[in-house]
């Protein structure tokens, strides 16, 4: 058979470690999916394109090497925008096949005909057509590196005549990964040992960029006697065996954590990059190191920044600070832990007089659930419930929305993260919500044989969103859901599913779901008046549900302003 471009593409791609990719086939697909029939990746069928940009992400994330997906011209590959937009912000190596009409027909309007450029340069660290055979193994290459070196999304625009052209001869190219080693000057390094040896009650903020580099931080906390707050996304990384731990800040945080930012003196950034400026301190020195440079006071003004890999410099850093014996910061701040995961916990408790508590719902799948679990969780409250309630092992992995913020993430991230791993339980805390708009792809569990595990949080609304109108002072406004049983609709599909309503029956049925040969669905019934309670509630907030509930209560809607109050009390 004469081999052709799209198989010099795949195969460069399979060279590059692309193990999977996910898609829907389509016309001028055609070739490449060919390709990938006779190559050793295997093709995940997704039901919509999105999802399988949301599972790419996941799958690289969490491997760390190169996943791709595809799709045909036109609506097929413009499908895949959200779950591209979501991998690119989580910084995920993904390459995007987005195949195109033929060449001679581009620039006349040709139906189906999309500008896929124009459509992905704001997702990605590369976006190139394949213009002739010729560019093929060379084109693929760069965008695999780039993918790779960059950490974002790559998108080869291939035209259909291109991908069913016969090869051409080419130069042998191919990815190379380079590992620098990153660290500041010595004279920065001097500069911020200086700096922190000045401080007196030094806190330091964890992101994503201490990923391996847990050792490092604890040592240098321990020398300083200071507390570690952590970003959501660095949790997996810095919270496990982690005894200067004191959490995460921002909404979804505790009062521990804004406390350790906000009362500190000096206060150390390390691969962070959290974007709300009202939870840095307004008075502290400011350091920050950052493999980015870009990223150096780019949420909050610092008084020194320097780059440099976490770890790294950190080894680097922590020989020239002094030794200290002083802990009053420490001990204050580990106190205001203690009380702060009391607070959070106390609705984490079964009562059958009311709906399910969903924070006793995580907490429970958490207990039944194995050490080296990986969770995805919906943008809004399982996401948050997820991140308080879900205690991070040392060998689970937690995969949510947070920069991108999408809702529908969790059950499609599972279905990449198993794909990926498939001796490792994957679970799903998907919103009723964010479930419902990909529900499709629950057909992708049994004929892919993934056994992900969902768990529906069905509290028949937009929770978030709706808790988000009545701090504003609102009435909550089309955040109806009129939902299906869940269960009964994933046994229809071929799942394991069963419904629960009452907290006394939650033990046994998370047992029973996460026991359950192949892919199950557990869809609990809980409380629509649970609320995210942020880590320092703010006056505005408290007038704005003030303004609410008296509007409610004019509204003739006194009773869902009763629960509303009657939830925060309690």
């Not at 020398?223 to 707050?229: D, E, F, H, K, Y």
């Not at 320097?306 to 850093?317: C, F, I, P, Q, S």
């Not at 569990?445 to 992900?452: A, D, G, K």
């Given at each position: 058979m004469t081999e052709t471009t799209a198989d010099v593409i795949?195969?460069?791609l399979a060279r590059a470690g692309v193990r999977r990719c996910y898609g829907v086939p389509g016309d001028t697909l055609n070739h490449v999916t060919d390709a990938i029939r006779r190559s050793g990746i295997r093709w995940v069928h997704v039901r919509h394109e999105e999802a399988g940009g949301f599972a790419a992400g996941a799958e690289a994330m969490l491997t760390g090497e190169l996943a791709a997906c595809a799709g045909s011209c036109g609506p097929g590959s413009l499908h895949f925008v959200n779950g591209i937009f979501?991998?690119?912000r989580n910084r995920a190596p993904v390459v995007l096949i987005a195949s195109q009409i033929v060449r001679d027909e581009i620039g006349f309007d040709f139906p189906q005909e999309v500008d896929f450029r124009a459509i992905y340069a704001s997702c990605s660290v590369f976006c190139e057509e394949i213009r002739t055979p010729a560019q093929a193994r060379r084109m693929t290459a760069m965008a695999a590196q780039a993918a790779l070196a960059r950490r974002g999304v790559a998108v080869l625009i291939v035209p259909a005549d291109v991908a069913r052209a016969p090869a051409a001869k080419s130069p042998a190219f191919e990815v190379h990964r380079a590992r620098p080693r990153v660290l500041p000057s010595e004279p920065e390094l001097t500069a911020l040992a200086e700096r922190l040896n000045a401080g007196r009650r030094i806190a330091i903020y964890g992101g994503s960029g201490c990923e391996g580099a847990r050792e490092a931080v604890t040592a240098l906390a321990e020398?300083?006697?200071?507390?570690?707050?952590h970003t959501s996304r660095a949790k997996d990384f810095l919270?496990?065996?982690?005894?200067?731990d004191v959490g995460m800040t921002g909404v979804f945080g505790s009062e521990a954590g804004a406390h350790a930012l906000g009362a500190c003196d000096t206060l150390l950034l390390l691969g962070c990059d959290f974007a709300w400026r009202q939870f840095y301190p307004s008075k502290a020195t400011i350091l920050q190191v950052d493999l980015d440079a870009t990223h150096l006071g780019r949420r909050h003004p610092v008084d020194l920044g320097?780059?440099?890999?976490?770890?790294?410099?950190?080894?680097?850093?922590t020989p020239r600070i002094a030794p200290r014996a002083e802990r009053a910061f420490l001990d204050e701040c580990l106190a205001h832990r203690t009380r702060a995961r009391k607070a959070q916990e106390r609705h984490a408790v079964a009562d059958d007089s009311r709906p399910i508590h969903p924070q006793y719902l995580a907490l429970t799948v958490a207990r039944h659930a194995a050490r080296d679990a990986v969770f995805t969780?919906?943008?809004?409250s399982p996401m948050v419930w997820c991140l308080r309630h879900v205690p991070a092992t040392g060998r689970n992995r937690t995969i949510v929305s947070l920069t991108h913020g999408t809702m529908a993430n969790a059950m499609p991230q599972a279905l990449g993260a198993q794909a990926a791993f498939p001796d490792r339980q994957v679970i799903s805390m998907s919103g009723d919500g964010g479930l419902a708009m990909l529900f499709g792809d629950l057909m992708t569990?049994?004929?892919?044989?993934?056994?992900?595990k969902i768990c529906v949080f069905d509290n028949a609304s937009l929770g978030f969103v709706e808790l988000e109108q009545k701090v504003e002072g609102l009435l909550d406004a089309y955040t109806d859901l009129m939902n299906p049983d869940f269960a009964q609709v994933a046994q229809a599909m071929?799942?394991?599913g069963r419904r629960v309503e009452r907290a006394s029956d939650l033990d046994m049925a998370v047992h029973d779901w996460l026991a359950a040969e192949g892919p199950a669905l557990l869809d609990v019934v809980t409380d629509r008046y649970e609320l995210v309670m942020p880590p320092k509630v703010e006056a505005s907030q408290i007038y704005g549900a003030a303004l609410y509930s008296a509007r409610a209560v004019l509204a003739g809607r006194g009773r869902e302003a009763a629960a509303l109050i009657r939830g925060a009390l309690s």
């Open positions: 795949v195969d460069t979501e991998s690119h020398r300083l006697g200071a507390p570690v707050a919270e496990p065996g982690n005894s200067f320097v780059v440099g890999d976490v770890r790294e410099t950190l080894e680097a850093l969780a919906d943008g809004g569990t049994v004929q892919e044989r993934l056994p992900i071929g799942l394991w």
